[in-house]
T-cell receptor
Framework: DTAVSQTPKYLVTQMGNDKSIKCEQN?????MYWYKQDSKKFLKIMFS???????INETVPNRFSPKSPDKAHLNLHINSLELGDSAVYFC??????????????FGPGTRLLVL | SQQGEEDPQALSIQEGENATMNCSYK?????LQWYRQNSGRGLVHLIL?????REKHSGRLRVTLDTSKKSSSLLITASRAADTASYFC???????????FGSGTQLTVLP
């Protein structure tokens, strides 16, 4: 069984559209993340949720809005897509810790191409 | 958040040789982790070394950590073509639950 799953795997869309990416984890983890990986493979944290509460919100345009209906799901909604949003988006999860970050488990990624 | 730096950016070796990748960072850390990313796939955790540890082994992997130099290295011994991938270091610092990732090393192992 897939531990962290994302849908869709590929997303091709026009500039200005609104799209969502879904993420689910069946590991029982409390913390989930969204990362953006650019064309140079640089991986940057976007958001982190712990038990449905936002704990990290890096400098990300407010066109990006995460939503966590329960601790097993963290979806990413993007409004008014721009060319620069083209990237690979990864969801990840990790167990709750008292401090510091432990091992993270990554989904397969969603390849977003904005035309 | 400060990015970690990795070198080399790219490394090409023959099967059976050892591969060494280095990671440097600028802050005090809680732990440092190494991940592998095969082409078109997500990242897979390889090994975690805590700030009070100096060396750790896992199969053909050996990780060292020098907190005085703020650097870590990943050694893959007896490399195989299947080891071809990008390798990333990542570290956490303070009470932050986030990881800061390095710039990655693209390893190519030629059969």
């Amino acid at each position: 069984d897939t531990a962290v799953s994302q849908t869709p795997k590929y997303l091709v869309t026009q500039m200005g559209n609104d799209k969502s990416i879904k993420c689910e984890q069946n590991l029982g983890h409390d913390t989930m993340y969204w990362y953006k990986q650019d064309s140079k493979k640089f991986l940057k944290i976007m958001f982190s949720y712990n038990n449905k509460e936002l704990i990290i919100n890096e400098t990300v345009p407010n066109r990006f809005s995460p939503k966590s209906p329960d601790k097993a799901h963290l979806n990413l909604h993007i409004n008014s897509l721009e060319l620069g949003d083209s990237a690979v988006y990864f969801c990840a999860s990790s167990p709750l810790t008292s401090g510091g970050a432990e091992t993270q488990y990554f989904g397969p990624g969603t390849r977003l191409l904005v035309l | 958040s400060q990015q970690g730096e990795e070198d080399p950016q790219a490394l090409s070796i023959q099967e059976g040789e050892n591969a060494t990748m280095n990671c440097s960072y600028k802050t005090s850390i809680n732990n440092l982790q190494w991940y592998r990313q095969n082409s078109g796939r997500g990242l897979v955790h390889l090994i975690l070394i805590r700030s009070n540890e100096r060396e750790k082994h896992s199969g053909r992997l050996r990780v060292t950590l020098d907190t005085s130099k703020k650097s870590s290295s990943l050694l893959i011994t007896a490399s195989r073509a299947a080891d071809t991938a990008s390798y990333f270091c990542a570290f956490s610092s303070g009470s932050a639950r986030q990881l800061t990732f390095g710039s990655g090393t693209q390893l190519t192992v030629l059969p």
